[in-house]
């Protein structure tokens, strides 16, 4: 059993950057892959970018692409999701999600935390 914790959401002007954080506790919490989805009001969720237990294994989602970095410190048995160039359109709830199988992003994931949201807006 996982549990996720987000943080660092908040309020950014366009153009500006943001550190989302996923804490993962539980047992074996490194050897799961995370990913981070999204959520804007009247669209369905999707699927920004997710990283293997290891870091080796890296996708990203069009819109994420030379935007976003998502890294990991397993002693911290931590997720980051670093944002820059954020535009409205970026504006959602930002989940993290864990599971076992890296390939099952972004279709299934066990474990997930309640969000955090991130406002686009000047």
């Known amino acids: 059993q996982l549990q996720l914790v987000e943080s660092g959401g908040g309020l950014v002007q366009p153009g500006g950057s943001l550190r989302l954080s996923c804490i993962v506790s539980?047992?074996?919490?490194?050897?799961?892959?995370v990913g981070w989805f999204r959520q804007a009001p009247g669209k369905e969720r999707e699927g920004v970018s997710c990283i293997s237990s290891i870091g080796g294994n890296i996708a990203y989602s069009d819109s994420a692409k030379g935007r976003f970095t998502i890294f990991r410190d397993n002693a911290k048995n931590t997720v980051y999701l670093q944002m820059n160039s954020l535009t409205s359109e970026d504006t959602a709830v930002y989940y993290c999600?864990?599971?076992?199988?890296?390939?099952?992003?972004?279709?299934?994931?066990?474990?997930w935390g309640k969000g955090t949201l991130v406002t686009v807006s000047s």
């Open positions: 999600a864990a599971d076992r199988i890296r390939n099952n992003y972004p279709n299934y994931m066990e474990y």
């Open positions: 539980g047992d074996l919490a490194q050897y799961y892959a």
